[in-house]
């Protein structure tokens, strides 16, 4: 008997849904679609309402603790008796300094690049802030100022010396050093050197 009267149910049902014209269904169709629209407009504005009230409160939040930590400063103070109330100053906490971030300095190249019979006996040494640095290795500098000290000898006899003491900046720093034969019949005569390093 139940299954008799759902099949008589269902019959009606679907005889309603024919009767309706195509223009009701688009006219139904269209109210569902603009309720739906304004439950979307409502559920935004319910969203914003919670951010806000969200933020309001952590306002509040810290508003107590900047009121909670000057009571602790002025518990500790002799209270002196004032005519008149004073407004609550705010306190301002200052942010706390980065740390310095270390400088990477990598030595990429020392090239002789120039030789008129100077000699063939060559070293060299490159120091950053005092440390030796050879070529593809890297340092890691703190120091707000970094110097490179370079120094150049062709040994013979009577060693052909040269300094260079430079300040380094982020990038790339180029150097040539001049080295100049000090005896012989090729007395000063020069070698060039090309020292390039870098700072990130």
């Not at 400088?103 to 802030?129: C, F, H, M, P, Q």
């Amino acid at each position: 008997m139940k299954k008799y009267l759902m099949i008589i149910a269902l019959l009606l049902i679907i005889t309603l849904l024919c009767s309706c014209s195509k223009e009701d269904e688009i006219k139904q169709l269209e109210k569902i679609t603009k309720k739906n629209e304004e439950i979307k407009g409502l559920k935004i504005k319910i969203l914003e309402k919670d951010h806000d009230i969200t933020q309001l409160q952590s306002d509040l939040k810290y508003q107590k603790k900047q009121n909670e930590k000057l009571k602790e400063l002025t518990a500790t103070e002799t209270p002196t008796p004032t005519p008149t109330p004073t407004p609550t100053p705010i306190i301002t906490v200052a942010p706390e300094t980065p740390e310095k971030k270390p400088k990477i300095v990598t030595l990429i190249s020392a090239l002789i690049i120039e030789n008129n019979s100077v000699g063939n006996d060559w070293s060299y040494t490159v120091k950053i802030n005092g440390k030796i640095l050879n070529i593809g290795d890297s340092l890691k500098i703190t120091d707000k100022v970094i110097t490179a000290n370079i120094t150049v000898i062709e040994a013979d006899s009577r060693p052909d010396e040269e300094f260079k003491n430079e300040n380094l900046k982020i990038g790339l720093n180029e150097f040539d050093i001049l080295v100049t034969e000090n005896m012989g019949r090729y007395s000063g005569n020069t070698a060039k050197w090309h020292f390039k390093i870098e700072v990130k």
